[in-house]
């Protein structure tokens, strides 16, 4: 029999626990993280997703997106920014909006494309993402209450809420010094690609709440306004008809146009002059017709 058989084995030690001995002192000491100071650009990193997808938004607040809704925004009310998302290529450009919000201590992240889809929810992010606090909702009454003036155009719109439509109307009143649009839902009017489509006219047009139109019309009427409305057919030219100074033109939805009741009420129906080729324009196209023509006579 082998010696090595009948020798009693040693046996072994331990292997040493690469775990930290238990009588060290722990170290308190908390771990750097790059989203402490996230108004800091973190030395070109991709920010991980958990640190930079923004939980739901509150209901007063919004997301803004596209480079001149967002450009715009900053200059009208900069105090309502919470947070930045942007991508690279457009970090020069809002280098401005980034060391105002390092100031203020709030926050700013520099994102991938694909990040920033998720925050926007939305394709069309044009790299910007802003997180604001909503503007207030104005009511009609405090709108009619504080405007005195002689000359005022307002919209009243009747079931439209397409939200590119709700954009292009909103960049065509901020072009024609319209500052005010009668609507039960006004808050449609801050949603985010209504806002990219306004290119920042959204910033200069009020949504005043309505709760019954054919109400909020009467009370324009009281308050020295003269209704207009539109009619494909039975309306008199836009460029033949003298506009009054202080209007409201009402506009529905495109496929069944104004409410019966609604139209009922109104002191001038309209028609834009055209080939006859279409049935109608789009509302936002309209819009833009007749409160251009409307500003047109008031110069």
């Given at each position: ?39 800091l ?21 919004s ?5 001149n ?37 709030k ?15 939305s394709?069309?992010?044009g ?12 009511s009609?009454?405090s709108?009619?209450?504080q ?8 919209l ?10 709700l ?12 500052s ?30 309505s ?10 009427k ?22 009054p100074?202080?209007?409201?033109v009402?506009?529905?939805e ?8 609604v ?37």
């Open positions: 029999m082998s010696e090595h058989s009948n020798k009693p084995r040693k046996p072994r030690s331990p292997a040493k626990s690469t775990a930290q001995n238990s009588s060290a002192k722990p170290s308190h000491k908390p771990a750097k993280n790059p989203l402490q100071k996230p108004w650009k973190s030395g070109g990193q991709r920010p991980t997703s958990s640190g930079t997808r923004p939980a739901k938004p509150k209901t007063d607040e997301k803004v997106y596209g480079d809704a967002c450009r715009v925004l900053f200059q009208q009310r900069p105090e309502s920014i919470i947070r930045l998302y942007l991508n690279a290529d457009m970090a020069a450009k809002f280098s401005d909006v980034m060391k105002y919000l390092a100031q203020q201590k926050a700013y992240h520099i994102v991938e494309d694909q990040e920033l889809e998720k925050i926007a929810a394709a069309h992010h790299g910007v993402v802003l997180l604001v606090k909503r503007k207030p909702i104005q009609l009454a709108y009619l209450q405007q005195k003036g002689k000359t005022d155009c307002l009243a719109l009747d079931g439209v809420g397409n939200p590119h439509n954009g292009a109307i909103s960049r065509s009143c901020a072009h024609f010094g319209v005010g649009v009668i609507m039960q839902q006004p808050e449609l009017l801050q949603s985010g690609a209504a806002l990219r489509t306004a290119e920042g006219g959204g910033e200069f047009v009020a949504g005043l709440s709760d019954s139109l054919a109400l909020s019309l009467q009370l324009c009281q308050a020295g306004y003269t209704l207009l409305t539109t009619s494909s057919h039975n309306g008199a030219s836009l460029y033949q008809t003298k506009l100074a202080k209007v409201v009402v506009f529905g495109e496929m069944f146009g104004v409410s019966k009741n139209a009922k009420t109104a002191d001038i129906a309209l028609q834009i002059p055209g080939s006859g080729k279409v049935e109608s324009l789009n509302v936002s196209v309209a819009a833009s017709l007749i409160i251009g023509e409307w500003y047109r006579q008031q110069q």
